[in-house]
């Protein structure tokens, strides 16, 4: 069965520091990753997925398949950046949308 | 365009009692899925539904039940209300729901508590 684990339930990080928030999965297969935000009073909302390779707003991904990981950073945090964070695993292939989320990292940007 | 809506956004029952909960997709989006989101055990899969067809379930008890309209509308269903089922249920819809490269866009959730 996979699983996604987020082992800091809270990081805080001053203003202009870099941060990382950490993602291991476990799956034998081909998995999908995706990073999910939730800021304040807002919905869950997609941040990225690892198949596209992008920087959105500052934040990276990248898949290390040798490690199992997907650690989502941002060389420079904002305060803007605080909210909760999912990490989430989808299967590549299968018939329907289905995510294994992790219990997610809260993160603050202190001033 | 509108986004995911759900309805209620809050609801308070007693043990024993059954729930609906309703959830309208984005236009266009024929999946959507059922999380529960609790803070003991984050957000956990409930079910996924495509063209009016379950096609992925999670590892609830057969309490839990859902369904699609032909309209993609849908509805999930609790029976038998235990203390363990208050929690924040959340509705996604996505507009790939042929292999999870989709973008999950999220409602705002119904707040369940059960007394």
């Known amino acids: 069965a996979q699983r996604v684990t987020q082992p800091e339930k809270l990081l805080s990080v001053f203003k202009g520091a870099p941060v990382e928030l950490k993602c291991n999965y476990s799956y034998s297969g081909s998995p999908e990753l995706f990073w999910y935000v939730q800021y304040s009073r807002q919905r869950l909302q997609l941040l990225l997925r690892h198949i596209s390779r992008e920087s959105i707003k500052g934040f990276t991904a990248d898949l290390n398949k040798g490690e199992t990981s997907f650690h989502l950073k941002k060389p420079f945090a904002q305060e803007e950046d605080s909210a909760m964070y999912y990490c989430a695993l989808g299967i590549r292939g299968t018939s329907g949308s289905r995510l294994t989320f992790g219990e997610g990292t809260q993160l603050t940007v202190n001033p | ?115």
Not at chain 2, 66 to 95: I, K
């Open chain 2, 1 to 115: 365009k509108a986004g995911v809506t759900q309805t209620p956004r809050y609801l308070i029952k007693t043990r024993g009692q059954q729930v609906t909960l309703s959830c309208s997709p984005i236009s266009g989006h024929r999946s959507v899925s059922w999380y529960q989101q609790t803070p003991g055990q984050g957000l956990q899969f409930l079910f996924e539904y495509f063209s009016e067809t379950q096609r992925n379930k999670g590892n609830f008890p057969g309490r839990f039940s859902g369904r699609q309209f032909s309209n993609s509308r849908s509805e999930m269903n609790v029976s038998t209300l235990e203390l363990g089922d208050s929690a924040l249920y959340l509705c996604a819809s996505t507009l790939i729901a042929t292999a999870n490269t989709g973008e999950l866009f999220f409602g705002e959730g119904s707040r369940l508590t059960v007394l």
